[in-house]
């Protein structure tokens, strides 16, 4: 059963704070990526990333940044996290090639509370 | 102007109803276009996808896509309470590396047994 697994479910952190935001997958995919869920807005691409050390912005990259040092890991880091980034967080990965761009399998998602 | 519109509902429907979902987009260079499905406290997962017009079936869901009209429906017959979930479009120029999905807000649907 392949499997994209979020360090965590729920997060609540202060402003201000640096946030951490993990994610792994066990498909052995090229490319993953991070979206944010709001209500009304849908799902926005943030980053994403489609090798080892390689790194694209999306839609919304402002006050994020990524870090993609292993193929099966790729990390969301809020560097000083603030309330408009309260916000559901969803990793997806997917393999590269064979229009596998639009297959992509997504985690569980992290619930992040800022206040 | 969003590039993708999704009524968010809430729809409510009784379990057997045929239930449609629809979006409308804007930009004509789509040629990809999925339908993803959410069910609460999870991710999305892709449902079905069709390239350019026409339409593809799958079991009780059918996806139709209209270019001239800029317009996407997914038909679900025979609906049943486990069909209960968010349903999130999504659409793409291309499918290769370089290309990006953009989703609509989500309809959420409930079908009552």
């Known amino acids: 059963d392949v499997k994209v697994t979020q360090s965590s479910r729920y997060l609540v952190k202060r402003t201000g704070e640096k946030v951490f935001l993990e994610c792994v997958q066990d498909?052995?995919?090229?490319?993953m990526f991070w979206y944010r869920q709001d209500p009304g807005l849908g799902l926005r691409l943030i980053y994403f990333?489609?090798?080892?050390?390689?790194?694209e912005k999306g839609d919304i990259p402002e006050g994020y940044s990524v870090s993609r040092e292993k193929k099966e890991r790729f990390s969301l880091i809020l560097e000083s996290a603030s309330t408009n980034q309260t916000s559901m967080y969803l990793c997806?990965?997917?393999?590269?090639?064979?229009?596998?761009?639009?297959?992509?399998?997504f985690g569980p998602g992290t619930r992040l509370t800022v206040t | 102007q969003k590039e993708v519109e999704q009524d968010p509902g809430p729809l409510s429907v009784p379990e057997g109803a045929i239930v449609s979902l629809n979006c409308t987009y804007s930009n004509s260079a789509f040629q990809y276009f999925m339908w993803y499905r959410q069910y609460s406290r999870k991710g999305p997962e892709l449902l079905m996808y069709?390239?350019?017009?026409g339409n593809k079936e799958d079991g009780r869901f059918t996806a139709q896509v209209d270019k001239s009209s800029k317009y996407i429906s997914l038909f679900i017959r025979d609906s049943q309470p486990s069909d209960s979930a968010t349903y999130l479009c999504?659409?793409?120029?291309?499918?290769?590396?370089?290309?990006?999905?953009?989703f609509g807000q989500g309809t959420t649907l409930q079908v009552k047994p």
């Open positions: 069709t390239y350019s017009s």
């Open positions: 997806a990965s997917s393999p590269r090639g064979g229009q596998g761009i639009l297959r992509q399998y």
């Open positions: 498909m052995d995919h090229e490319n």
């Open positions: 999504a659409m793409s120029a291309t499918a290769g590396n370089t290309g990006k999905l953009i």
């Open positions: 990333s489609y090798d080892v050390k390689m790194k």
